[in-house]
């Protein structure tokens, strides 16, 4: 394909910011009146270059023209001129996240809840799994008349709960032992390391004290099942109903495909990806943009965020957001490892200015 030249890519990101703007296809005349110093005879010459070159498109005969996915893609990878945060965006977005509760799910929760706000979008959040962490300490708290509460923290900065009903009050031998057990042979043990064959044997290794002790073993295992499962959510779906984004089947249709949505922020990129949709493809809501940022603990993945939106949404503005609110749970997820450690480890994501743009996962240059 040919490069536009200079004055060409004036226009076309003319026309994208404008139609971002106000959402109605844009003509010669308004181009023209932008700039003052091209007649609209050649900035409609231009346009319809950039029609036959699949930069724009026209909905209507007589109608002005509209960005293509390919549009919005040369737009956001060679024109486009980021938006900074604001100092006030970034004091509500510390004030939020930075001074809230830094259990990683409560973090991911509340990053997810500000991001809507903040951009009036759809938003995913995928949470990978945490088998790889190390189970730090587990604690056993009498909670009521044969209950028990479970409290589970891994290297992660995890800290899960689970309360467990007994058939009857233990005795604190029966605590004291159980404590123990868990010190010599959980402590220290991957999330992964609890599988079905290790349960059966630590039962077995309880001897006398299995009746009384094994729900309390089984509430552990439960905690670490779900530590081990991939969870993805999304938020402020109806946003897409309201935008135009999604018609009442295909917004069924979306409720019922978090497994595709899934695969695709399952494996993140490094940086943000943008996804345009197209039919018969991975990510098939056409008309629709998804723009995915991976976050970091400990210099692993740890899960990702996406904002689910329409192809007329102002980038300037969303991709610093996504940016700031992904790069500040690294930063948070990683201190809290590290403190959780003992020792200095601050690794994580390096942030960055470099976006890869991406049509349904095929890197675009």
């Known amino acids: 394909m040919k490069e536009p030249d200079a004055r060409k890519l004036k226009i076309l990101k003319a026309v994208v910011e404008r139609y971002i703007q106000s959402g109605e296809p844009v003509g010669s005349k308004v181009v023209a009146g932008q700039f003052g110093t091209i007649s609209s005879a050649t900035v409609r010459n231009d ?85 790889h962490c190390i189970i730090t300490r587990i604690d056993v708290l009498p909670a009521g008349r044969r209950l028990y509460a479970l409290l589970l923290i891994t290297s992660g900065g995890a800290v899960e709960n689970r309360v467990c009903r007994l058939e009857f009050d233990l005795q604190n031998e029966q605590i004291a032992f159980f404590v123990r057990f868990i010190r010599e042979n959980l402590i220290g043990l991957r999330v992964d390391d609890l599988t079905d064959e ?29 530590l081990r499962r991939q969870r993805v959510e999304i938020k402020n779906e109806t946003s897409l109903l309201r935008r135009g984004v999604l018609g009442d089947d295909s917004y069924t249709r979306l409720m019922d495909s978090r497994q595709q949505l899934s695969d695709l922020l399952g494996d993140p990129e490094e940086g ?20 995915v940022s991976p976050y970091y603990q400990g210099g692993r993945a740890a899960g990702s965020l996406g904002v689910l939106g329409p192809l007329r949404m ?42 890869t743009i991406q049509d349904n996962r095929s890197s675009v240059s």
């Open 272 to 291: 943000i990806s943008i996804l345009f949709g197209r039919p018969d493809s991975p990510f098939d809501m056409e008309g629709s943009t998804l723009i």
């Open 47 to 131: 346009m319809a270059a950039l029609e036959r070159s699949g930069f724009l498109e026209q909905p209507h005969t007589s109608a002005g023209r509209i960005p293509t996915s390919m549009g919005y893609r040369y737009y956001i990878s060679h024109l486009m001129k980021r938006e900074p945060l604001s100092d006030g965006d970034r004091e509500e977005i510390d004030s939020r996240i930075v001074r809230g509760d830094l259990n990683p799910r409560t973090l991911v929760a509340n990053a997810t809840e500000l991001l809507a706000r903040l951009t009036d979008c759809a938003i995913v959040s995928a949470i990978c799994e945490m088998g």
């Open 198 to 226: 290790k349960m059966v044997e630590l039962g077995l290794a309880l001897g006398s004290y299995t009746v009384a002790l094994a729900p309390l073993l089984y509430g552990v295992y439960d905690i670490t099942r779900q």
């Open 314 to 355: 102002d980038y300037r503005r969303i991709i610093p957001f996504v940016e700031y609110l992904t790069d500040t749970v690294t930063r948070l997820m990683t201190e809290g490892l590290d403190e959780d450690r003992s020792k200095p480890s601050r690794v994580g994501r390096t942030p960055s200015d470099l976006t």
